[in-house]
């Protein structure tokens, strides 16, 4: 071999080898990033969770609280929760839209929550205020209510 080759290889080598290392770190470095994106997504989708289950306390105390006194102040936390919870879930499935699946648990969400002001939280309003005592006490202890909201946080939990 001559001696031109000889240092045209041994000057080559070590370039491949810069290059080679190169490559593999920004390989290493952009998986980094991905995986710190995602960390910080997860976070933000659990914590915007979490908001909702807050709401949701917050609508049951503002209705527990008018159901068992009929004072129309009580109403003023269920009222502003309904209109955050409309906002919160609309921000959650935004942050969640890459994933249908998750997209899906949300939508049932809503379903529920649906079925809860319907059946549940107008109904007790209703009874109160058409002074239907008994109606209101007989639709709380049938538990429905409770039961569609708790498998609200059931299903809340799973999204989590």
């Known amino acids: 071999m001559s001696l031109r080759k000889k240092i045209f290889l041994y000057s080559i080598i070590p370039i491949l080898i810069i290059l080679s290392s190169t490559i593999i770190s920004n390989s290493y470095i952009q998986d980094s990033q991905d995986s710190s994106y995602w960390v910080e997504h997860t976070h933000k989708v659990i914590s915007e969770a979490y908001e909702l289950q807050g709401i949701i306390v917050d609508l049951e105390t503002g209705l527990r609280g008018y159901v068992i006194t009929g004072v129309d102040e009580f109403l003023e936390p269920f009222n502003s929760a309904k209109l955050r919870w409309e906002k919160e879930i609309q921000v959650l499935k935004n ?20 079925q809860w002001f319907k059946s549940a939280a107008y109904p007790e309003i209703t009874a109160i205020q058409t002074g239907n005592f008994d ?3 007989s639709l ?21």
């Open 140 to 160: 709380v202890i049938k538990k429905s209510g409770k039961k569609l909201i708790d498998s609200i946080r059931g299903l809340l939990n799973d999204f989590m």
């Open 95 to 114: 942050t969640v839209s890459d994933n249908p699946r998750q997209v899906e648990k949300l939508s049932k969400i809503e379903d529920i929550i649906a």
């Open 135 to 137: 109606s209101a006490k």
